[in-house]
């Protein structure tokens, strides 16, 4: 493998990066979208995520392999300390530690912001079939998240029903008094 490199997203990945989200809308049930969206709604999708959380975007001998950004939770004040992480590798990349450098990063900024609570959304098959396996699931768990929900059966593509798990990571221990969040850098 060449030089493996994470660095801040710009809107000018957004043509690359929703290359490699595409894939995962046409070809699997990792994303409960039916259609990808095109390059300028994947940049207004980015920019409305930089303006509060951090967005990273993984190299591989300067090409985009992967991305990874943080997001709102749930849009109440209480939850400013909590925030949903989303990953996608290209296809090829899997397995190459590609995912675990761009978590690692960006569980980085998120501490140094204030962050506390990640919290994954994941779409889950009872049994694995040709649009979804466990893969994600296990990921997570790798990198120190656990489950904790369930939603059964509530998406739906490619003909059949799938679920969808929770699974969420402190960073950080609870203050009695928490500071409001950091900007991203």
């Known amino acids: 493998m060449g030089e493996l490199?994470?660095?801040?997203?710009?809107?000018?990945d957004?043509?690359?990066l929703s290359g490699i989200?595409?894939?995962y809308v046409d070809h699997t049930a990792i994303t409960f979208e039916y259609v990808a969206p095109t390059a300028d709604?994947?940049?207004?999708?980015?920019a409305k995520t930089m303006e509060r959380y951090p967005y990273l975007v993984a190299c591989l001998d300067g090409r985009a392999v992967g991305y990874a950004y943080a997001g709102t939770f749930k849009d109440r004040d209480a939850y400013q300390w909590a925030c949903e992480?989303?990953?996608y590798v290209a296809p090829g990349c899997r397995r190459t530690g590609v995912g675990r450098m761009l978590y690692e990063r960006l569980e980085a900024e998120?501490?140094?912001m204030g962050i506390i609570n990640l919290y994954a959304c994941i779409a889950y098959a009872q049994l694995e079939d040709e649009y979804l396996t466990h893969d994600s699931v296990h990921f997570h768990e790798r990198i120190g998240y656990a489950l904790c929900g369930t939603f059964r059966k509530c998406g739906y593509k490619f003909g059949r029903w799938y679920d969808m798990v929770w699974m969420e990571k402190a960073i950080a221990t609870h203050p009695a008094s928490p500071q409001?969040?950091?900007p991203p850098a």
């Open 85 to 87: 992480t989303t990953i």
């Open 5 to 12: 490199s994470v660095r801040a997203a710009s809107l000018a």
């Open 41 to 46: 709604e994947f940049a207004a999708r980015m």
């Open 14 to 16: 957004a043509p690359a």
């Open 110 to 112: 998120l501490r140094r």
């Open 21 to 23: 989200y595409a894939h």
């Open 180 to 182: 409001a969040p950091l």
